[in-house]
């Protein structure tokens, strides 16, 4: 069966949950026995998301062959567990700069280049490449209908659809219908004049979905169908769920996935089955109890910036059957406030990733914290840095032990800072080498790595294997120098690159559970499959909250 193209667009105002009816969309038509292959197109100017502070876009996702990319493939990737590729997130700013390279090259034989051919061939080329014949290849376009900078992005699909023909294409066109409380109504003109809009570029939506915090009326619906010229069968509701995990089934109860198939004139390879999706949001709605979890971060001002991060403590909870209740910690407080105000009313303690000198003496007071009171603490990339750190000041007594990225002076033991850049590695058998002057963007350890754990410790115990791959994000390592005297302490060293010459876990013998790792589990965390580094870590809240209650004499 040759490939189906959907191509997901967004009207009226961002922030609809595009890339959740995408991949929405991907799982149930998996359910059905299809396979699909998730895209997203972003129009705007950088290269790629990871040089962009996460409080304005959100977190920087990272695929397994070490690209970053929007957060939007996180959900296609927690949705239909197909890892995503490079060559699965692209924007404008890639595109012009593949154009302008080759136009430097001569590739194009010193004719003018333009918008149209030049610019939207290269979309096109994305969008229909590096294919494996999937059956279905759903794509998001970022942004909204109108957007100046997308303008190239609705040509080329639009053209997609010319070339392939309507048997092989469907638009989908998601908007929002707000509801005026003066006036007690739901408004769809601005559905009418997004689709108006769409329109002038060429494209004629196959669907519309149409996103609402209650119920639409059924003459709604028709007004939108007649005004549209879109089937009444193909508006579909798409409104507000109490969890993301209740999208798939809400839409397909609303026919979503019925009418794409009527569409493409398919019937369904198997049986649709929806027990699984309904077993996690039951456990997610209705658990056996709660923890609470201080997430000690620096990025506070969008609920985007550690989504894959929450996401995975949302399925380490449906694991172990509790609620995780996520307290938001900006660790600047620290720095003027003690440590055991903010942290004596949680089960666990998590240091996320983040880069720079801000924050990290909350982070370090964090850390000390739950190493000193025994609660159960996890430290992610940077949160393993600022945790070795700590252990070197605090236990070993180096009072100016810190790290290069801080830009302060070097420590006066001879052994050299904590935490430096890192210059070399090796990435699918080529060396990598890097300077402190070298670009930003794209220039740290990406992607999976293999990691090889000591047998009997901690991460051997919840990995329960003893080697590993994980992605990484980071520019910076941890020196060996100090761990023999960590050791001392009970600090060890539990996961290493196979040579042995990176530092990939520490841990400390005698805690409930104090685990810091230098990559991101959260990017491979399922719904179905919570990530085993996230489960321990809630079943060693789950049990210290456990303990609490009993000493309090709660039943």
């Known amino acids: 069966m040759p490939t189906r193209y959907i191509f997901i667009t967004g009207g009226v105002v961002s922030s609809l949950g595009k890339g959740l009816s995408a991949a929405s969309l991907a799982s149930l038509l998996q359910g059905r026995g299809f396979s699909v292959r998730l895209r997203k197109l972003d129009p705007y100017l950088n290269v790629d998301p990871g040089t962009m502070n996460p409080n304005q876009h959100g977190e920087v996702f990272v695929t397994e062959d070490g690209a970053e990319t929007d957060l939007d493939l996180g959900h296609y990737e927690r949705f239909t567990n197909v890892n995503a590729k490079k060559s699965d997130n692209i924007t404008a700013g890639r595109i012009y700069s593949t154009l302008l390279a080759n136009e430097r090259k001569g590739s194009y034989l010193g004719g003018t280049v333009q918008v149209i051919p030049h610019v939207t061939n290269l979309i096109k080329e994305f969008v229909t490449g590096d294919n494996n014949k999937e059956d279905f290849v759903l794509c998001e376009i970022g ?274 800072q904590v935490v430096g850049l890192m210059t070399e590695w090796e990435k699918d058998g080529v060396k990598q080498k890097r300077t402190k002057d070298t670009d930003m963007g794209g220039t740290m350890r990406l992607g999976s790595f293999p990691c090889t754990i000591k047998s009997g410790s901690l991460a051997h115990k919840v990995y329960g294997e003893t080697h590993i791959t994980e992605r990484h994000r980071h520019r910076y390592e941890i020196n060996f120098a100090y761990e023999a005297d960590l050791a001392k302490h009970g600090v060890v060293f539990s996961g290493r690159s196979p040579d042995g010459t990176l530092p990939e876990i520490v841990e400390i013998k005698g805690h409930p559970f104090f685990i810091a790792v230098q990559f991101h589990p959260e990017f491979k965390s399922r719904p179905f499959a919570a990530h085993p580094i996230f489960a321990g870590f809630v079943k060693a809240a789950k049990e210290r909250a456990k303990a609490q209650d009993k000493e309090a004499g709660v039943a």
């Open 143 to 416: 942004g909204t209908v109108g957007d100046i900078e997308g303008l190239p992005f609705f040509e080329a699909i639009r053209q997609v659809g010319y070339e392939l023909g309507r048997d092989r294409v469907l638009y989908c066109h998601v908007t929002l219908v707000p509801y005026i409380a003066a006036a007690k109504e739901l408004k769809t003109k601005p559905t009418q004049h997004s689709v108006k809009e769409l329109r002038s570029i060429g494209i004629q939506p196959d669907m519309i979905l149409l996103r609402a915090d209650r119920e639409i009326p059924a003459n709604e619906k028709k007004k939108v169908a007649l005004f549209c010229n879109v089937p009444e069968a193909n508006v579909i509701s798409a409104l507000d769920a109490s969890s993301i995990y209740k999208v798939p089934k809400n839409l397909h109860l609303e026919g979503f996935d019925e009418r794409v198939l009527a569409h493409f004139k398919l019937k369904s390879k198997k049986e649709l089955e929806l027990k699984e999706w309904e077993r996690i949001v039951t456990r997610f709605e209705r658990p056996n109890g709660e923890v609470n979890v201080a997430l000690v971060g620096k990025y506070m001002s969008v609920g985007d910036t550690y989504k894959s991060l929450t996401e995975a403590l949302d399925h380490a909870g449906i694991e172990n059957n509790v609620r995780v209740n996520v307290h938001w910690i900006d660790a600047r407080v620290f720095e003027s406030d003690d440590a055991e105000k903010k942290l004596a009313h949680v089960d666990a303690i998590l240091v996320p990733g983040g880069f720079g000198e801000a924050g990290v003496r909350g982070k370090i007071a964090a850390v000390t914290y739950a190493r000193e009171n025994k609660i159960p603490y996890f430290g992610i990339c940077y949160g393993m840095q600022v945790a070795v750190i700590e252990m070197v000041r605090n236990l070993l007594k180096v009072k100016d032990a810190t790290s290069s990225e801080f830009g302060t002076p070097h420590t006066k033991d001879p052994r050299g």
